[in-house]
C-alpha cells in the first residue's frame, strides 16, 4: 500500500533470522520481509542460525552471514515494491550480547564500498575474528565466577550493571576471547554489540554502543552512567590495559533517539534510500520488542522466540542476581525488568515432535493434548501435581545442566516424589506449565494487586495486560495456559504483528528519533499515534479464579523442585 509521507525502517537481526519491516508515520505498516538463515544462507554450514563447539559450550556465528542477509532482506523489499526514496529513518535490534571483533581497516572498507558488489564480499577482511559468539553460548562459567567476585558477592553485580554474571554477556565472553585468542585480541580495533554492527553497516563507519544494550555486558555502571573501570580491567587482563579495552568499546550517548548520521552512500546508491535517511540507534532485541506498543507499568510482555523472555518497563529499579535490569532504550529514569531463558521454542519443538512422532513441525497434536490434559495433570484435587523441567540447552535461570528433570509434588504436604523420568503425552501441556511457572516464580516482587474492572473486587498480585509476542504467539494452547498460570486483570492480548513485534518496535523507534518534537518521549508520541482497537487482539480472558491459586500451589513445588535438581548438582542458583 503507498503512503505519500515518509517512511520508516527497523530490523531485528535474531538467531534465526533477519526481518526488515517499514510503517509510516502514523504507524501502519507498509512493507515486510524476512531472510531465514538456514534456509537461505545454508552455505554458512549453521543449524538454527548458529555454529557450535558442545565439547566448551560454545555457541557462535559468522557475522559475514549476518552482511549476506541484509543485502538479501534489501533485495526482498525492493522486490515487493518499497521505494526507498521516502525512507527516512532507520533503526534497529540486535539479540543481545552477541559481540562482533572489528580490526582496524574496517571503517576504510567501509568508506570505499562499491555499490555494485554484496557486502559480504567486500568486508571479509574488516573482522579480527570471524565468529561473533552467540548469547546461547555457555563457555564462560571461570570468567562468570570471576566477574561475581570482583565487587564482592553476584548481588552487589546485580546492583552496579543490573545483572549478575552470565554466560552471554559480552564482559566475561571478552574476557575469555582475550584469553583464548590473544592475537586476534591484539588485533581487535573496535568491539560492537549485534545491534551495534547493525547500526555501523548501515552508518558507513562503527557506531556508538546503544544505552540499553550497554547494560546487557556486565561493564556498565547504570546508575553512573559509564564503564565500571574494575570490571572493565577484569576483562582487559588488568588496570594498565583497561583503558585500551575502553577505547575498543568507544562512548555510549545517552539519548537513544539521537540520529547518528545519514545512511552510507552504498545503500542510497545501490537501493536508492533517500540519502537524507538518518540512523537512529540501535538496540537490543528484547529492549526493542517492549517498544512495539505504549506499554504500561503493569503490563508484561511475554516474548516467545527462540529464546523465552519476560518483559516489564518499570521505573523501580530493584535487581537481583535471578534476573536482569536494563536501561529503557529511549526513556532516562525507566527500567527494562527482563528475564531470559535459553529454552523457549525449541524446547517445546522437541516435546512436539515427540509427540507427533514425525517431523511434520505440525502444532495440532501438541495443542490438543495440552489442552486436553487437566492442570499439572491432576485428575482430582488431592492428587499430586505434575511438575517438570525441560532444558534441551543448558538453562540460565535456573543454572541447570540440560536434561529433562521431574517430580510429583503434594501440595497439602509440601512433599516432592520421585517421578519416572519417562516421556508422557501430559510434557506438551507440562512444558508450557513450567515455562510459565518459572516467569510467575520470579516476577511476583513486580506485581501488584489491582481491582477486577467489571466486580470491582480487588484481585491477587498479577500483571494488568500480558502481551504475547514472538513466533510461539501465534499457538492459542500456549495462550490458554499462559493466562491460567500467569493470570492478567485485563486479558491475553496479541500483537497484530506479533511475530515482528521487534523489528516493528525497532521502526517505531526510527520514528521516534526523526519526528519528536522538543522534550517529547517515546511513550507520548506513540501513545498519541497508537490505534489499540487495529494493532492488538485479546486472545484469551486473564484470571481464572481457582485455577490461578492452584498454580500459586505449584509455584511452591516448582521453586522446591528446582532447588532439588541444583543441589544435585552442587549449586544454589
Ligand atoms: N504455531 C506455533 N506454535 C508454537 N510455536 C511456534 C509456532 N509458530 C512458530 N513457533 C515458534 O517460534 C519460534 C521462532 O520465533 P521467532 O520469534 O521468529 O524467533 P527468533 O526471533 O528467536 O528467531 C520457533 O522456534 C517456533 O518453535
Ligand atoms: O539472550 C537473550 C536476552 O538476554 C536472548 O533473548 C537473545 O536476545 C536472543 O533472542 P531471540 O533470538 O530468541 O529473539
Redesign the pocket.
Known amino acids: 500500500m503507498a503512503s505519500n509521507g515518509p517512511l520508516y525502517m527497523g530490523f531485528?537481526l535474531?538467531?534465526?533470522?533477519l526481518k526488515g519491516i517499514v510503517v509510516d508515520s502514523d504507524l501502519k505498516l507498509v512493507h515486510e520481509a524476512k531472510v531465514d538463515f538456514d534456509a537461505d544462507l545454508s552455505k554458512y554450514g549453521i543449524k538454527k542460525g548458529v555454529l557450535t563447539n558442545p565439547a566448551e559450550g560454545e555457541v557462535f556465528a559468522p557475522p559475514a552471514m549476518w552482511l549476506d542477509a541484509i543485502n538479501l532482506v534489501l533485495d526482498r523489499l525492493s522486490e515487493a515494491g518499497l521505494d526507498f526514496g521516502k525512507v527516512m529513518g532507520v533503526s534497529g535490534a540486535g539479540m543481545q550480547h552477541g559481540t562482533v571483533f572489528w580490526n582496524k581497516d574496517v571503517e576504510t572498507l567501509m568508506v570505499n564500498l562499491d555499490a555494485g558488489k554484496p557486502l559480504s564480499e567486500q568486508l571479509k577482511g574488516a573482522f579480527a575474528h570471524d565468529m561473533s559468539p552467540n548469547w546461547q553460548d555457555s563457555s564462560t562459567q571461570k570468567q562468570c565466577d570471576a566477574f561475581d567476585a570482583e565487587l564482592g558477592s553476584p548481588e552487589q553485580l546485580a546492583q552496579v550493571t543490573g545483572s549478575a554474571a552470565h554466560h552471554r554477556f559480552s564482559g566475561p565472553q571478552i574476557m575469555r576471547y582475550r584469553t583464548k585468542y590473544p592475537d586476534h585480541y591484539e588485533s581487535t580495533a573496535h568491539i560492537t554489540l549485534v545491534s551495534s554492527f547493525l547500526a555501523s553497516v548501515f552508518l558507513g563507519k562503527i557506531a556508538p554502543t546503544d544505552i540499553s544494550d550497554v547494560t546487557g555486558m556486565n561493564l556498565w555502571d547504570i546508575h553512573g552512567g559509564r564503564w565500571n573501570d574494575h570490571l572493565v580491567a577484569l576483562a582487559a587482563g588488568g588496570k594498565d590495559k583497561a583503558d585500551e579495552l575502553k577505547s575498543k568499546l568507544g562512548h555510549v550517548p545517552e539519548d537513544g533517539g539521537g540520529g547518528f548520521g545519514m545512511i552510507s552512500n552504498y545503500f542510497a546508491t545501490r537501493y536508492g534510500f533517500n540519502p537524507g535517511c538518518v540512523v537512529i540507534p540501535n538496540t537490543g532485541d528484547n529492549p526493542a520488542t517492549i517498544l512495539a506498543l505504549p506499554l504500561r507499568a503493569s503490563d508484561a510482555m511475554v516474548s516467545?522466540?527462540?529464546?523465552t523472555t519476560f518483559l516489564m518497563s518499570t521505573p523501580e529499579y530493584k535487581p537481583d542476581p535471578a534476573y536482569h535490569f536494563m536501561n529503557h532504550p529511549c526513556t532516562k529514569g525507566l527500567y527494562m525488568f527482563m528475564l531470559c531463558y535459553k529454552n523457549g521454542?525449541?524446547a517445546?519443538?522437541q516435546i512436539r515432535d515427540q509427540i507427533n512422532g514425525d517431523k511434520s513441525n505440525s502444532?495440532d497434536k501438541f495443542n490438543e493434548v495440552a489442552m486436553s490434559t487437566p492442570p499439572v495433570s491432576q485428575k482430582k484435587d488431592s492428587d499430586d501435581m505434575r511438575l517438570g523441567l525441560f532444558f534441551p540447552l543448558h538453562e540460565t535461570v535456573p543454572n541447570l545442566s540440560a536434561g529433562q528433570y521431574r517430580m510429583s509434588f503434594n501440595s497439602q504436604s509440601n512433599a516432592l516424589s520421585k517421578l519416572s523420568n519417562d516421556f508422557l503425552s501430559d510434557d506438551a501441556r507440562s512444558i508450557i506449565e513450567s515455562q510459565m511457572l518459572s516467569l510467575r516464580l520470579r516476577s511476583q516482587k513486580l506485581v501488584h494487586s489491582e481491582k477486577d474492572p467489571k466486580t470491582g473486587e480487588t484481585l491477587p498480585p498479577q500483571p494488568r495486560r500480558v502481551y504475547l509476542v514472538?513466533?510461539?504467539s501465534?499457538?492459542p494452547a500456549?495462550a490458554n495456559i499462559c493466562a491460567e498460570v500467569l493470570g492478567s486483570v485485563e486479558g491475553i492480548y496479541k500483537l497484530d504483528i506479533g511475530?515482528n513485534a521487534?523489528a516493528l518496535g525497532a521502526a517505531y523507534k526510527a520514528v521516534w528519533g526523526c519526528e519528536r518534537k522538543d522534550g517529547e518521549t517515546f511513550e507520548d508520541l506513540i501513545g498519541k499515534r497508537w490505534d489499540e482497537d487495529k494493532f492488538v487482539q485479546k486472545i484469551a480472558d486473564g484470571y481464572r479464579e481457582g485455577t490461578f491459586e492452584k498454580y500459586g500451589e505449584a509455584v511452591r513445588g516448582f521453586e522446591m523442585m528446582e532447588k532439588e535438581f541444583l543441589k544435585r548438582e552442587g549449586r544454589t542458583r
Open positions: 531485528d535474531s538467531t534465526q533470522q516467545l522466540g527462540t529464546s521454542g525449541l517445546r519443538e502444532w514472538g513466533g510461539g501465534a499457538n500456549i511475530g521487534c
